[in-house]
Protein backbone atom coordinates (compact mmCIF):
# COMPACT_ATOMS: atom_id res chain seq x y z
CA UNK A 1 0.00 0.00 0.00
CA UNK A 2 1.36 3.29 -0.92
CA UNK A 3 1.96 6.03 1.82
CA UNK A 4 0.50 8.50 -0.44
CA UNK A 5 -2.55 8.52 -2.95
CA UNK A 6 -1.70 7.73 -6.52
CA UNK A 7 -4.57 9.78 -8.47
CA UNK A 8 -5.40 13.21 -8.74
CA UNK A 9 -9.52 11.83 -7.55
CA UNK A 10 -8.29 10.14 -4.66
CA UNK A 11 -6.07 13.43 -3.69
CA UNK A 12 -8.61 15.43 -4.08
CA UNK A 13 -11.09 13.72 -1.92
CA UNK A 14 -7.84 13.18 0.51
CA UNK A 15 -7.49 16.88 0.27
CA UNK A 16 -11.10 17.98 0.90
CA UNK A 17 -10.92 15.43 3.83
CA UNK A 18 -7.94 16.89 5.37
CA UNK A 19 -8.82 20.36 5.13
CA UNK A 20 -11.98 19.13 6.50
CA UNK A 21 -10.58 17.76 9.73
CA UNK A 22 -8.11 20.65 10.21
CA UNK A 23 -11.04 22.69 10.13
CA UNK A 24 -13.23 20.52 12.49
CA UNK A 25 -10.41 20.60 14.93
CA UNK A 26 -10.30 24.62 14.69
CA UNK A 27 -13.50 24.87 15.38
CA UNK A 28 -13.81 22.20 18.58
CA UNK A 29 -10.00 23.64 20.22
CA UNK A 30 -12.43 26.49 22.22
CA UNK A 31 -14.28 24.76 23.35
CA UNK A 32 -11.69 21.60 24.37
CA UNK A 33 -9.61 24.00 26.03
CA UNK A 34 -12.38 25.01 28.35
CA UNK A 35 -12.98 21.74 28.90
CA UNK A 36 -9.08 20.59 29.63
CA UNK A 37 -9.40 23.63 31.86
CA UNK A 38 -6.49 25.80 29.98
CA UNK A 39 -9.18 28.68 29.53
CA UNK A 40 -12.60 29.66 31.17
CA UNK A 41 -16.33 29.64 29.79
CA UNK A 42 -16.77 32.86 27.82
CA UNK A 43 -20.44 34.92 28.51
CA UNK A 44 -23.04 32.85 26.61
CA UNK A 45 -20.59 29.64 26.57
CA UNK A 46 -20.20 30.33 22.59
CA UNK A 47 -17.46 27.68 21.98
CA UNK A 48 -19.47 25.04 23.09
CA UNK A 49 -22.52 25.94 20.81
CA UNK A 50 -19.14 26.34 17.43
CA UNK A 51 -18.06 23.06 18.71
CA UNK A 52 -21.42 21.30 18.62
CA UNK A 53 -23.09 22.49 15.52
CA UNK A 54 -19.91 23.70 13.19
CA UNK A 55 -17.35 21.30 14.19
CA UNK A 56 -18.93 18.14 14.88
CA UNK A 57 -20.62 18.38 11.28
CA UNK A 58 -17.41 19.17 9.91
CA UNK A 59 -16.13 16.10 11.45
CA UNK A 60 -18.87 14.23 10.57
CA UNK A 61 -18.19 15.07 6.30
CA UNK A 62 -14.31 14.96 7.15
CA UNK A 63 -14.61 11.37 8.31
CA UNK A 64 -17.55 10.29 5.50
CA UNK A 65 -14.16 11.74 2.80
CA UNK A 66 -11.80 10.36 4.47
CA UNK A 67 -13.80 6.63 3.97
CA UNK A 68 -14.62 7.42 0.59
CA UNK A 69 -10.69 7.58 0.14
CA UNK A 70 -9.52 4.00 1.62
CA UNK A 71 -11.73 2.19 -1.32
CA UNK A 72 -9.74 -0.48 -2.11
CA UNK A 73 -9.31 1.67 -5.36
CA UNK A 74 -7.92 4.69 -3.64
CA UNK A 75 -6.49 3.13 -0.35
CA UNK A 76 -3.15 4.91 0.87
CA UNK A 77 -1.50 4.95 4.39
CA UNK A 78 -2.03 8.94 4.51
CA UNK A 79 -5.91 8.42 4.05
CA UNK A 80 -6.10 5.60 6.55
CA UNK A 81 -4.57 7.02 9.31
CA UNK A 82 -6.42 10.50 8.74
CA UNK A 83 -9.88 7.92 8.12
CA UNK A 84 -8.83 6.67 12.21
CA UNK A 85 -7.49 10.09 13.53
CA UNK A 86 -11.50 10.92 12.50
CA UNK A 87 -12.81 8.22 14.10
CA UNK A 88 -10.90 8.79 17.15
CA UNK A 89 -12.70 12.33 17.39
CA UNK A 90 -16.28 10.66 16.63
CA UNK A 91 -15.65 8.38 19.48
CA UNK A 92 -14.44 11.68 21.59
CA UNK A 93 -17.97 13.10 21.00
CA UNK A 94 -19.93 9.68 21.58
CA UNK A 95 -17.74 9.68 24.95
CA UNK A 96 -18.64 13.60 25.60
CA UNK A 97 -22.28 12.71 25.19
CA UNK A 98 -22.63 9.39 27.21
CA UNK A 99 -20.80 11.22 30.49
Do not use: H, K
Request: zero cysteines; hydrophobic letters at 60%.
Amino acid sequence: MPFLPQNRSAWLITLSGITLLLISLWLQLPMLLVVLGFSSVSAGGGEFMVGLFLGLPALLFAATLLGITIRSQWRSRLSVILFWLSILGIFGWAVAFVR
